[in-house]
């Protein structure tokens, strides 16, 4: 069956969505904090496509501190899955979160969320000139402090060495039927 199967690619813009908080200064200042306690804590390092220190993939179920920034994401998530992709039948939640501390030469591997339905970052603690975030069309974002950026989780991205710090949360979204 497999031999029979043509493949054949339809190019169609996929969006990525991006937003700086408006209570940024606060909301960074609070987690900035949340993730230096937690890495004093749980200073062991997750094995994965980044290559700098992160959380475990449940931190959102290990540390409540957490919640204000899933709150907010959850509540962009939502907000893009209706009215951008009109999708009222399945709710997103949040599977996966993770806290990342970047330092000098530390890099994510290109790769992709695919089973997931969006995938976010937010920038609690960036250094002026740190590496974009790079999609597989070469389009790069440049993080800013208290900036969220969502996309849909089969999006390849990676993250260069960077030459300055990245303190960011990561997030994967899957749904379940209404």
Known sequence: MSSGIKVQHVIKPTPVFTSVLEDRV??????????LEHREKYPKSNTSNVK?????????????????????????????NKNYFHCKTMIPYI???????YENNNFAKRHSH?????????YVDVGD????????????IVPENG???????MLHHE????????MCISM??????L
Not at 59 to 68: L, R, S, V, W
Request: include cysteine; charge should be positive; proline fraction near 7%.
């Open 159 to 166: 993250v260069p060495p960077t030459k300055e710090k990245r």
């Open 95 to 101: 599977s996966e979160m993770w806290a990342m501390m």
């Open 26 to 35: 606060k909301m960074n200042k609070y987690l900035k904090q949340v993730i």
């Open 172 to 177: 994967n979204f899957k749904h379940k039927e």
């Open 147 to 153: 900036m969220l950026i969502i996309w849909p989780g």
């Open 52 to 80: 700098a220190w992160h959380s475990d993939w449940k931190t959102h179920e290990i540390n409540p501190k957490f919640q204000p920034i899933l709150d907010r994401s959850l509540e962009a998530v939502n907000f893009i």
């Open 114 to 122: 695919n089973t997931c339905i969006f995938v976010a970052v937010y």
């Open 129 to 140: 000139g740190c590496s974009p975030l790079k999609f597989q069309d070469d389009t790069e």
